[in-house]
């Protein structure tokens, strides 16, 4: 396990029903050129077929960027791709099996949306948290009730994994999530299906560097 800090501050989570007019392999080489930091595959009506022909895709668009790709709760799509590390909720794979499966330098991270689902996130195991949904999202119809903003401070300060925030997130609130100590942020609608995705991440990246102008863990 590596420390990532420093990938989690513009992290894309992609939805192929937003991309559908531009494709989510354009939609990445974009918003990457544009400051993402890292990626992850997530398409839930997909196979693992599919998953994989896309995730291939993908590492293409990568390589050379040192942007890593997480795999959506997919481990067999995962080592299919060779892709850097996978993500899971509290109902998907254990993230203990995916560490034992995936090996000491993939990356693994985990979704928490609650405080208490924070406390129990196991630091030998874990990257990272993903924390939410801070607000209310149309792009996860089935996602937990929102946590908010002091939900989401107490969520965070009760790990010492780094942390992204996830849910609801855009340029009008993006300030006030940062505010939480979390070391970025993870979006979809902020990116996705923008008219100019690369100036889209542009955008949020230039405020986050504004607000984490560094990530401690970097100097750690």
């Keep these: 396990m590596g420390v990532i800090a420093p990938q989690l501050r513009l992290y894309l989570v992609t939805d192929p029903a937003l991309c559908a007019a531009r494709g989510v392999v354009d939609t990445v080489r974009d918003a990457v050129r544009g400051g993402v930091t890292m990626v992850q595959l997530r398409d839930k009506d997909a196979t693992t077929a599919e998953r994989v022909a896309l995730g291939r895709a993908l590492m293409d668009v990568l390589a050379g960027t040192n942007v890593p790709l997480v795999i959506n709760d ?31 330098h993939a990356i693994v991270g985990l979704s928490c949306e609650t405080v208490a689902h924070a406390v129990a996130a196991d630091r030998s195991v874990l990257d990272y948290v993903g924390l939410g949904p801070v607000f209310a999202t149309s792009t996860k119809p089935d996602h937990a009730a929102a946590m908010g903003l002091d939900d989401l401070a107490a969520a965070r300060a009760a790990t010492s994994l780094p942390a992204v925030a996830i849910g609801g997130i855009h340029g009008t609130n993006l300030t006030s999530v940062l505010a939480t100590g979390v070391a970025g942020v993870a979006v979809v609608s902020a990116i996705c299906g923008q008219p100019d995705v690369q100036a889209a991440a542009q955008a949020l990246s230039d405020t986050i560097a504004r607000s984490l102008p560094f990530s401690p863990e970097t100097l750690s």
């Design 74 to 104: 997919d481990l067999e799509a995962a080592v299919a791709i060779g892709a850097h590390g996978v993500h899971v909720g509290q109902s998907d794979v254990l993230p203990h099996q995916a560490r034992a499966r995936l090996g000491p």
